[in-house]
């Protein structure tokens, strides 16, 4: 019988940190899996609740998938991990993060923080294959800030997804 010990393990890296916001203090964890997807988030113990972002790495690019921050957590939280999230991506030397929302509030989110809004046709084929960017589900509408201020002035709108970029990593 083969031991664990005889089986290649993949390849994660754990990295424990810490968030501290003005009504909060709690133990975080960025995590890197098999060396393309990442997670960074945590979970209170006393009340069970939680944030995260997760997503994927591909040379020096990243795209977040994925964003949740308990109701009961907001308030800054949010944009603390975020925070972390891009120091520890740069730490891992991506110069580009990616994300693609259709909520209007998680695109503002985004756009608050630094992100702004591109076109899909702006990244490369390579790009999109190696981010899982599906370039069919996105709003042609919106191509820009603006696109998404004017779009907002027309009343309630349905949206696609939206792509955002960040650049960091450069001073």
Request: hydrophobic share 35%; glycine share 8%; proline share 2%.
């Amino acid at each position: 019988m083969k031991t664990s010990e005889q089986f290649l393990q993949p390849q994660q890296i754990v990295i424990p940190l810490e968030l501290e916001t003005e009504n909060l203090k709690m133990p975080i964890s960025f995590n890197i899996k098999e060396g393309t997807r990442f997670d960074i988030g945590g979970i209170q113990v006393d009340s069970n609740r939680g944030l995260i972002i997760s997503g994927v790495i591909a040379e020096d690019n990243a795209k977040i998938n994925h964003i949740f921050v308990d109701e009961e957590l907001r308030g800054g939280s949010g944009k603390a991990l975020l925070d972390k999230l891009e120091e520890q991506l740069e730490k891992q030397r991506i110069s580009k993060i990616f994300c693609t929302f259709e909520k209007i509030g998680t695109v503002e989110f985004f756009l608050q923080n630094g992100y702004c809004i591109i076109s899909v046709e702006s990244i490369t084929e390579k790009q999109r294959k190696s981010l899982e960017i599906d370039d069919t589900a996105f709003d042609e509408r919106i191509t820009n800030d603006e696109d998404l201020k004017f779009l907002k002035t027309q009343g309630e709108v349905r949206l696609k997804n939206i792509l955002l970029l960040k650049e960091i990593g450069k001073k």
